[in-house]
């Protein structure tokens, strides 16, 4: 009798501890920027100026041309599959091109929102340590294979910002953020500055940072597709219930609304 209770008792702690386990928790490996990320990095179609978009001129040594635009949405959406789906092994034979390809792929075509995969379930990639390592190897591979830029356009939830506007929905959103990071998983986000279009762009946000004392800001770390060389900062100021991100080439810093992408479907 006491048997049968004691084998009753494990399932039923056991299903309650898997209950317990936060989703995402399956890769429960931190997000590294030097080892999650692309090696190569996405461009803007239009330039900025002082927060004024307008069409790129030539080339500049201070802003090289990149021939690989539009693909914001498309690498912060891969980074965060390979970290869902794939796994990396030092061992074995190198992949051809072909069937590296078809394994890029592969990955990225699983619906992002989707449970994290189990070691034994991913798709593997031999004789490389991480993604930055096997992005800067064959770059052109995985630029041909993440996918198009130009569906990011007509995504359903970009109508968002034409009608959730207001400081309420950017709570919401922060409360979701950080849900998602104490969890253990990245979030997506797509920043805008509608109507005035200063910026229209899609980053991972990967964890938080440490507060200085009597900095009543919250500091977050991003990966921006556009900044290869460096983790990004955008943060959130509870007084004023806004997110504001960090300057760059092109965009003028400041001010920006967040929307969550690839959480769930038609998102």
Not at 157 to 170: A, C, E, P, T, W
Request: proline share 6%.
């Amino acid at each position: 009798m006491f048997g049968t209770w004691g084998k009753l008792a494990g399932v039923w702690l056991s299903a309650l501890a898997a209950v317990a386990l936060p989703r995402g928790s399956a890769a429960a490996v931190e997000f590294r920027f030097d080892r999650d990320t692309f090696a190569f990095q996405n461009a803007t179609v239009l330039k900025y100026h002082d927060g004024i978009s307008f069409f790129r001129p030539k080339s500049e040594v201070s802003d090289p041309a990149n021939s690989y635009t539009r693909r914001c949405f498309v690498m912060t959406r891969t980074a965060m599959q390979f970290r869902k789906f794939a796994r990396f092994n030092t061992h074995g034979v190198p992949l051809n091109d072909q069937e590296l390809a078809r394994r890029i792929r592969a990955v990225a075509r699983r619906k992002p929102w989707l449970e994290v995969l189990p070691e034994n379930q991913r798709i593997v990639f031999p004789s490389y340590p991480n993604l930055r390592e096997i992005s800067k190897s064959h770059t052109q591979v995985f630029e041909n294979n993440i996918g198009s830029g130009f569906m990011s356009y007509f995504r359903p939830s970009n109508i968002r910002m034409v009608f959730l506007d207001s400081k309420g929905y950017q709570e919401k959103t922060h409360q979701n953020l950080d849900a998602s990071l104490a969890r253990g998983d990245t979030f997506v986000a797509f920043l805008t500055t509608y109507p005035k279009m200063s910026i229209n762009h899609a980053v991972l946000i990967y964890g938080r940072k440490k507060s200085r004392p009597g900095d009543e800001l919250e500091h977050y770390l991003v990966y921006d597709p556009n900044h290869a060389e460096a983790p990004r900062e955008l943060t959130w100021s509870p007084r004023e219930c806004a997110f504001a991100y960090q300057k760059d080439i092109d965009f003028i810093g400041g001010f920006v609304r967040v929307y969550q992408a690839y959480d769930k479907p038609l998102q």
